[in-house]
């Protein structure tokens, strides 16, 4: 009777372990698709913006694409930290956010102008890296996109509205993407 009991709790534990690695994790604590799980809420600009991911690494080029992944390949960063966030105002929209760390003001000013160009790459934002929200974006396919650098540090700001489609010379997105720049989940 007792081994029974105990193959069942083994067969349980490894059960939960595989769906829960068939989910792919996050390390936002925010599961992909939990509406219902409790985020942070964070105000800028006078807008509130619930937290609905944040991770960090030391490897950019992991987390990028095209030529941007080619350049942070041989040019590495010092950190990357990436924030995705949730408003209703002024409509339902979505902000995502990167910090990239660098060790001197040349890299920094090197990568803002690559990150800057057409059809260059950037990085990752957590939706495209899979670590999205039930109810939010699919992507951030024609996002208003913005770039602040400040010394050794480039900040990128993405917004699109969650329901409707978004254009990247939409004002009201473009306003949202450089409150984005201002915003940390850290």
Known sequence: MAAAVIAALVLG????????????GDSSGVEDGD???????????????????EDGADDCARHSYGDVQAWL??????GLSRGLFHTDAPAEAAVSTSVVE????????????????????????LVR???????????FD??????????TQVRIGQAVWIDAPSAPDDVELTTLAE????????
Do not use: K, Y
Request: aromatic share 6%; charged share 20%.
């Open 179 to 186: 409150t984005g720049l201002t915003l940390s989940a850290r």
């Open 129 to 139: 890296d899979g670590q999205g929200w039930r109810g939010g974006p699919e992507s």
């Open 13 to 24: 534990v490894m059960a939960f372990l595989a769906v829960e690695s068939s989910l792919g």
């Open 73 to 78: 390949t041989d040019h590495p960063c010092t």
């Open 35 to 53: 509406e219902s799980a409790p985020v942070a809420v964070v105000v800028a600009e006078g807008t509130e913006f619930a937290v609905r991911g």
């Open 142 to 151: 024609g996002a208003a996109f913005v770039v602040a650098r400040t010394g």
């Open 102 to 125: 660098f060790t001197d003001e040349n890299q920094a000013q090197e990568f803002e102008q690559l990150v800057t160009g057409v059809g260059r790459g950037g990085i990752n934002d």
